[in-house]
T-cell receptor, first 109, second 114 residues
Framework: GQQVMQIPQYQHVQEGEDFTTYCNSSTTLSNIQWYKQRPGGHPVFLIQ?????EVKKQKRLTFQFGEAKKNSSLHITATQTTDVGTYFCAVVYGNKLVFGSGTILRVKS | KAGVTQTPRYLIKTRGQQVTLSCSPI?????VSWYQQTPGQGLQFLFEYFSETQRNKGNFPGRFSGRQFSNSRSEMNVSTLELGDSALYLCASSLDSSNNSPLHFGNGTRLTVT
């Protein structure tokens, strides 16, 4: 079964609009990682969150880890065409790093 | 520092054949993980190797196997290929266990089974 639910599956935004993807787990997580995969490329590590309620920023990207460590979000402010790709969260489940199903982001210029 | 190198980049095989994929991790990385990526199933964990030992295995049939050498290079083998094995196979290395260390992915091997 799926250990982590990621939503939405797909989002198409106008350039300049914001974007958010969410990951939800039924169990408490030790940490959560986020990756980005450009079309035709491979996943690239973005960040790891460890602490309850943690918020980290990378330029226009804001990552949050929920207080209960069961959910996380990635928010992009004012999307650009360079943001297109699939964003994955990854969590440890059964001692394995398991990836969410990903959110595909398309940006209309 | 060189990144993760996977060979070959593309492979076409027929049903029933077997295939071996190779992965060279980033220098100094001891953990190598393998994932299968398909449009319908996303990124599915195959196995993880650390210091030549398989640490974890995903829910794949026994036709999928792997190994790691003393220099941390890894290979995965798929025997008796099926059409459904067509996928992008990604290798990723990390300094330590993938549970805590970021994964660095290679460009993958695109396998097509006809």
């Amino acid at each position: 079964g799926q250990q982590v639910m990621q939503i939405p599956q797909y989002q198409h935004v106008q350039e300049g609009e914001d974007f958010t993807t969410y990951c939800n787990s039924s169990t408490t997580l030790s940490n959560i990682q986020w990756y980005k995969q450009r079309p035709g490329g491979h996943p690239v590590f973005l960040i790891q969150l460890v602490k309850s309620g943690e918020v980290k920023k990378q330029k226009r990207l804001t990552f949050q880890f929920g207080e209960a460590k069961k959910n996380s979000s990635l928010h992009i402010t004012a999307t650009q065409t360079t943001d297109v790709g699939t964003y994955f969260c990854a969590v440890v489940y059964g001692n394995k790093l398991v990836f969410g199903s990903g959110t595909i982001l398309r940006v209309k210029s | 520092k060189a990144g993760v190198t996977q060979t070959p980049r593309y492979l076409i095989k027929t049903r029933g054949q077997q295939v071996t994929l190779s992965c060279s991790p980033i220098s100094g990385h001891r953990s190598v993980s393998w994932y299968q990526q398909t449009p319908g199933q996303g990124l599915q964990f195959l196995f993880e190797y650390f210091s030549e030992t398989q640490r974890n295995k995903g829910n794949f049939p026994g036709r999928f196997s792997g190994r790691q050498f003393s220099n941390s290079r890894s290979e995965m083998n798929v025997s008796t290929l099926e059409l459904g094995d067509s996928a992008l196979y990604l290798c990723a290395s990390s300094l330590d266990s993938s549970n805590n260390s970021p994964l660095h992915f290679g460009n993958g091997t695109r396998l097509t089974v006809t």
